[in-house]
């Protein structure tokens, strides 16, 4: 059972899911994960879910790569890399809903040591590498070598030329 809070987020009053699982209620999906700032209520941890939007029923693989990136505790790498973001997590999947289509390949899914996640995908050609910044930017880093074609573009909201090269790297890996 699921109670509102006054953020666009909900307090689980019982473990119902496990942490970094998505779970679908009233229509809405919402990523799992332990709010180390939140006490414990009665004799069960709450967990804070957030809402992903419109997160399809059957889940694709990068979605649980990505979740269990929430796992990495501070230090993870021992030089002092800060835990992978919820909000990092989010944004990663919310842009791979965008422009994922049926053909296109998984990323390589990394942490980045400030608590971001990288999306690369190095095939065929193409050198694609797309780190999130914050909900809805993004940077990409794009080298093709058949045409030498080359570019790195800090994204907010139009992602069309992401789209262009996801595009050419799935007709390319077909």
Same mark, same amino acid.
């Given at each position: 059972?699921?109670?509102?809070?006054?953020?666009?987020? @909900?307090?689980? &009053?019982?473990?119902?899911?496990?942490?970094?699982?998505? =779970? /679908?209620?009233?229509?809405?999906?919402?990523?799992?994960?332990?709010?180390? /700032?939140?006490?414990?209520?009665? +004799?069960?941890? #709450?967990?804070?879910?957030?809402?992903?939007? &419109?997160? #399809?029923? %059957?889940? #694709?693989?990068? $979605?649980?790569?990505?979740?269990?990136?929430?796992?990495?505790?501070?230090?993870?790498?021992?030089?002092?890399?800060? #835990?992978?973001?919820? +909000?990092? =997590?989010? +944004?990663?999947?919310?842009?791979?809903?965008?422009?994922?289509?049926?053909?296109?390949?998984?990323?390589?899914?990394?942490? /980045?040591?400030?608590?971001? =996640?990288?999306?690369?995908?190095?095939? &065929?050609? $193409?050198?694609?590498? =797309? *780190? /999130?910044?914050?909900?809805?930017? @993004?940077?990409? +880093?794009?080298?093709?070598?058949?045409?030498?074609?080359?570019? *790195? %573009?800090?994204? &907010?909201?139009?992602?069309?030329?992401?789209? %262009?090269?996801?595009?050419?790297?799935?007709?390319?890996?077909?």
């Amino acid at each position: 059972m699921t109670t509102a809070v006054s953020d666009p987020s @909900f307090i689980v &009053d019982r473990l119902i899911a496990p942490i970094g699982s998505i =779970v /679908t209620h009233d229509d809405d999906t919402y990523l799992v994960h332990k709010d180390r /700032t939140i006490g414990y209520a009665g +004799s069960v941890a #709450p967990y804070r879910c957030r809402i992903i939007s &419109d997160l #399809p029923r %059957q889940r #694709p693989e990068y $979605i649980k790569l990505l979740t269990e990136l929430l796992d990495l505790k501070e230090n993870w790498d021992s030089y002092g890399a800060a #835990p992978i973001g919820v +909000s990092h =997590v989010e +944004s990663a999947i919310n842009l791979l809903q965008c422009v994922m289509q049926c053909n296109t390949p998984l990323p390589a899914i990394v942490p /980045t040591s400030r608590g971001g =996640v990288q999306l690369e995908w190095r095939m &065929d050609g $193409i050198d694609l590498e =797309v *780190e /999130t910044l914050s909900s809805h930017r @993004f940077l990409v +880093s794009f080298e093709d070598d058949v045409t030498d074609e080359e570019w *790195e %573009q800090e994204l &907010d909201y139009d992602y069309s030329k992401l789209m %262009q090269a996801i595009t050419l790297l799935a007709e390319r890996s077909s």
